[in-house]
């Protein structure tokens, strides 16, 4: 597996190094792998901190500016950042009005916030953490009790960030960042592996005409294999499975969010094939991001999440953002 890194060692800090080159907006602590927004706390703001391993980019560090996150935590590639991490960007961003911790549900990271929330809370910072658990495709997996966190994640960073932005105390705050997390379902479809760059070598193998339903963002494995198959009929496969769990009609936020490995016009395809059967069943895209978000480094494949809007949440998805990954209406 070829890999574009100096060292399997250093990849991370040589990442986060790179970050800071590319945006001096951000403040990046290689040494301590936090990164800040530069301009610092704002006085009487609730502070919004994620994190999680690394090669999920770009997740979180692509999210940390105005609108979104003020502070993120890269872990090594697929692993939990440590609670010492994640305590000093809790503590790097807290303006006086307490900070939310967005914490995917993966079990390292669960653990680890909850630990750094406790530290943080000693130190007279007042936390309150969201476990975002939005993936339909498994109820546990290698990595968690319960259902696993992916994409609602974003769309939980987004509009809980614009809330903040907007001066809301930090119970309201968390509020809709729950409301999010219970409006969002996804489910992903894996063509290849990927690899870890210590590893050097796939992380599970698939046979050249199989696809994995339901694949998690670290490899994990999903509901069954199947042979490859039109792109409609992988998104139909998906939807059905959000279906199940949740109603998607009305106005709908929706996420076709590539692996890391796809090319945007397959992206692009898979995404008008979601739209018609939406609106084929009565949903209404009526917002939508197309393209890499959430990443499990190289692999091939594609994930669904869809949002049940309100008019309050597509008003705080509508709001400025500025962040290396997602910027508007600034």
């Known amino acids: 597996m070829k890999k574009l890194i100096n060292s399997p060692d ?22 301590n792998k936090i990164i800040t927004r530069a301009s610092g706390p704002r006085q009487g703001k609730v502070g919004l901190v994620s994190g999680g391993g690394s090669g999920h980019e770009p ?13 993120a935590c890269p872990g090594e590639v697929f692993t939990s950042p440590v609670p010492d991490q994640m305590l ?12 939310l911790h967005i914490v995917k ?3 390292g990271d669960v653990l680890n916030f909850q630990m750094a929330a406790e530290l943080a809370e000693d130190e007279g910072i007042d936390v309150v953490p969201v476990v975002i658990n939005d993936d339909v495709a498994v109820q546990d997996s290698l990595y ?5 966190g992916t994409g609602a994640t974003v769309f939980v960073e987004k509009i809980a960030g614009a ?35 210590a ?6 193998e698939l046979g050249e005409s199989e696809v994995e339903l339901g694949i998690g963002i670290h490899g994990e494995p999903g509901r069954t294999r199947s042979a490859l198959l039109p792109a409609g009929e992988l998104a ?45 069943s009565g949903g209404h895209v009526a917002r939508n991001l197309v393209g890499n978000y959430i990443t499990s480094l190289e692999m091939q494949g594609f994930s669904v999440t869809i949002c049940q809007l309100t008019d309050t949440l597509a008003r705080l998805w509508d709001a400025p953002v500025d962040t290396p990954a997602l910027r508007w209406g600034r």
């Open 105 to 107: 549900n993966y079990t």
């Open 144 to 148: 968690t009790a319960g259902r696993r």
């Open 88 to 99: 000093a960007a809790t503590k790097a961003v807290d303006g006086g009005a307490g900070v």
């Open 199 to 204: 590893a050097g070598k796939p992380t599970f």
């Open 163 to 197: 809330l903040a932005e907007e001066g809301a105390d930090l119970t309201a705050v968390a509020a809709v960042a729950r409301e999010v997390n219970e409006r969002s379902r996804s489910f992903g479809v894996a063509l290849s592996p990927c690899a870890i760059p």
């Open 236 to 280: 139909a496969i998906a939807l059905d499975a959000i279906r199940a769990d949740m109603a998607v009609d009305g106005d709908l936020l929706v996420m076709v969010n590539g692996m890391g490995g796809t090319p945007l016009i397959e992206l692009y395809v898979v995404f008008n094939e979601v739209r018609k059967q939406l609106a084929a």
């Open 10 to 31: 250093t990849v991370v800090t040589d990442a986060l190094a790179g970050l800071a080159a590319a945006h001096p907006a951000l403040s990046v602590d290689t040494d």
């Open 59 to 71: 997740l979180h560090g692509g999210f940390v500016g105005y609108g979104m996150l003020d502070a």
